[in-house]
């Protein structure tokens, strides 16, 4: 059973800047794809980014292209996201989530598992 566990998270004023990190633990990080997702209150959870096994393919929501950047370091079974230029529609709880499936697609369409989340509240 995979754990995961989000870090970074907090309050920041629009045009700031946070980055979250995920650590995994239960099972061999490097094979399986890696995203983070988030949810506003009274929307429905969706998806942010992901990142393939291997680092080398990578998937943004459109609203967030050019601001977010996702990245893997399989030596340390961390995944990041960082956060550029936030603005007050990026406040969410943002949640760390692992495909259940090894070697899938960065957008992260099967089964998955996932962290209890952060909160990111973005002022402006």
């Known amino acids: 059973q995979v754990q995961l566990v989000e870090s970074g998270g907090g309050l920041v004023q629009a045009g700031g800047s946070l980055r979250l990190s995920c650590a995994s633990s239960?099972?061999?990080?490097?094979?399986?794809?890696m995203g983070w997702f988030r949810q506003a209150p009274g929307k429905e959870r969706e998806i942010v980014a992901g990142?393939?096994?291997?680092?080398?393919?990578?998937y943004y929501v459109d609203s967030v292209k050019g601001r977010f950047t996702i990245s893997r370091d399989n030596a340390k079974n961390t995944v990041s996201l960082q956060m550029n230029s936030l603005k007050p529609e990026d406040t969410a709880v943002y949640y760390c989530?692992?495909?259940?499936?090894?070697?899938?697609?960065?957008?992260?369409?099967?089964?998955?598992?996932w962290g209890k989340g952060t909160l990111v509240t973005v002022t402006s």
């Open positions: 239960g099972r061999t990080f490097s094979w399986y794809t």
């Open positions: 989530a692992a495909d259940q499936t090894p070697n899938t697609a960065a957008t992260m369409r099967g089964p998955k598992d």
């Open positions: 990142i393939s096994w291997t680092g080398g393919n990578t």
